[in-house]
């Protein structure tokens, strides 16, 4: 196992994105359980749907967005990992890719949050 990770300690720049991204995540889980008692039983996380009620989930809705971008998150390190000897753009562009899903995602729920409450 410690084979597997040993190009992400190494190399600077994959280690600080990805760490990044991991507490951008953690930041969004702690301001989602720190404001959860405020919330509404019904909250807007499917902006994308058309307007009504297929917009609105129940208030446990707004974890799904942490739920995917930990999922991306864990993906993009371990293919991260296992590509690295043979690509290193291709590493660095999947830290990258989960900083920003992470700091979009800390984006999204912190003013879905406010706009709530």
Sequence with gaps: MRKFFKYLKEDRLLLRFFILAFIFIAITVVYIL???SKLPPLLPVFNQLPWGEKRLSQTFGIFIPSIVVFAIFVFNVIASSLSYTHSPLIS????????????????????TIQLII
């Design 92 to 111: 660095r562009m999947l830290a990258i890719t989960s900083f920003l899903t992470a700091l979009l995602m800390l984006l999204f729920v912190i003013r």
């Design 34 to 36: 720190f404001n959860y």
